[in-house]
């Protein structure tokens, strides 16, 4: 497995902004994934990168598994932080969506 140098942060507000001063704190690069009414939000601002999930509602954006893979598959990271208080999940080769699909990226 590739060593975790970018972590794909698949969360929102507070909880993303926490996750991203851990991440720097362990010097990994940071990707904010977000729907378009957090476009200006700071958590999106303070990520190293952002990338927009296009849509709305948490179902269109932050749950939609397919999106979140797309987002970290195209380059964007090579492990995604669920959600606060959960593991960082490793991506490697794809199973089944959310919780085993970030550990089959």
């Known amino acids: 497995m590739a060593r975790l140098t970018k972590l794909c942060i ?7 902004r926490r996750i991203i001063r851990g ?14 009414p957090d476009a200006h939000a700071p958590f999106v601002a303070e990520a190293d990168e952002a990338i927009a999930l296009g849509g709305t509602t948490a179902a269109e954006t ?5 999106k979140l893979i797309a987002a970290a598959r195209g380059g964007h990271g090579n492990a995604i932080a669920q959600a606060y208080g959960h593991a960082i999940l490793p991506l490697c080769n794809e199973r089944d969506r959310l919780t085993q699909v970030v550990w089959g990226l």
Not at 10 to 16: C, K, L, T, V, W
């Open 62 to 66: 932050y749950l939609d598994a397919d």
């Open 23 to 36: 991440a720097r704190q362990m010097g990994l690069a940071t990707v904010a994934v977000y729907a378009d």
């Open 10 to 16: 698949a969360n929102r507000g507070e909880i993303a």
